[in-house]
């Protein structure tokens, strides 16, 4: 092959690598994007409140229904977050 | 000399008296012969004992037991409130039992006896998501709020829902709510960047994340969400650095790990 082609060809090859290489790259961004669809999941749903005693909901200290009602998250034994600080 | 006889009788007093035992109080007897109110008694002891056995039985994870013992208090229709909670502890049983349907019969029957009873509204939410009726948790949750807005389990119950219906407008009022009163709760955090992320609000989605990282520093959730959140963006770096530190957080959780993997190797840099 004449010396003289050898240059046109390498940047031709060369070129051609990088456009299917970036177009790859944006099939890949946009495949990663529609994986991702669907990923970001809501938290747990919160688990069941215990069980009371015959003295009902509105009996001395009934735990469960203090927890439905209270205003803060450890008290309402919703999930925690691992490694709380 | 005194003295110390004196000091010593009070000692020995004192001492005698914590020790001796106490008794209650005879129980009452009842005082009738009248076959009805005798009946009557008899059903309200009943239904007393297979409470306290009930109990006992759901404490030791018997759950067929503590629902057997609560069918019986249920079919026995005790007047409230015990009633309502005789039908909120079977549900318990049967949620156990994997009966959520059942569960949930019991729990809707509770609250119709007891239209304030809001440790049953909590617990139907829970039952129905876990029965996939979002139409109805939806509702529960709705009543539940209206009866106790600043419930944080209230707030929580129906921004998860909000978020399983695709109503991220009402899940994004309902999680900053609750971070109104619980400004250290990351899962509301991470929760809040959902709903801001499906409105399309990025960069309030990515200050969530940041802030749920900052007080759960190995939440792998957050991290995989916040990778996402900065992918959309364009930020490809620095989503494939998050996806990185998720597979770093997420070992007990298998799928999320295999998903940031497959993330982390999809972004060419």
């Known amino acids: 092959m004449p010396r003289a082609l050898v240059r046109p060809l390498l940047l031709a090859a060369a070129l051609a690598g990088a456009f299917f290489c970036g177009r790859f790259a944006v099939a890949n961004a946009a495949a990663a994007e529609d994986a991702l669809a669907g990923q970001l999941t809501p938290s747990a749903t919160p688990g069941l409140l215990g069980p009371i005693t015959s003295a009902g909901r509105k009996g001395w200290d009934c735990k469960p229904e203090h927890a439905a009602a209270s205003a803060s998250v450890h008290a309402a034994e919703l999930p925690a977050a691992p490694d709380t600080r | ?269």
């Open chain 2, 1 to 269: 000399m005194r003295i110390s006889v004196l000091a010593t009788l009070i000692a020995l007093l004192t001492t005698t008296a914590a020790l001796s035992q106490t008794y209650p109080g005879a129980m009452p007897v009842p005082r009738t012969t009248s076959a009805p109110a005798l009946a009557d008694l008899a059903k309200q002891r009943e239904v007393e004992e297979r409470f306290r056995i009930g109990l006992a039985a759901l404490s030791a994870a018997n759950y067929k037991g503590a629902a057997a013992e609560f069918a019986r208090v249920v079919a026995i229709n005790p007047a409230e409130p015990k009633g309502s909670t005789a039908r909120y502890d079977l549900a318990i049983a049967y949620a156990n039992l994997q009966r959520e349907d059942d569960a949930a019969a019991q729990l809707r029957a509770a609250i119709e006896l007891d239209p304030g009873f809001l440790a049953a509204m909590a617990n139907l939410v829970a039952v129905d998501l876990a029965r996939g009726d979002f139409t109805e948790a939806r509702s529960v949750a709705d009543r539940f709020l209206a009866l106790a807005p600043d419930s944080a389990r209230a707030l929580y119950a129906r921004g998860i829902v909000a978020l399983g219906t695709g109503d991220a407008a009402t899940a994004r009022e309902d999680f900053g709510k609750l971070l109104h009163s619980n400004p250290a709760y990351a899962v509301a955090h991470y929760d809040l960047a959902i709903a801001e992320e499906r409105l399309g609000h990025m960069d309030a989605a990515e200050r969530e994340l940041r802030t749920a990282l900052s007080l759960a520093p190995t939440y792998a959730r957050a991290e995989f969400a916040l990778g996402a959140v900065l992918l959309r963006q364009g930020r490809r770096s620095e989503a494939r650095d998050a996806f990185v530190r998720t597979m770093q957080d997420a070992s007990g959780d298998p799928a999320l790990l295999n998903i940031a993997a497959a993330m982390r190797d999809s972004i060419a840099i």
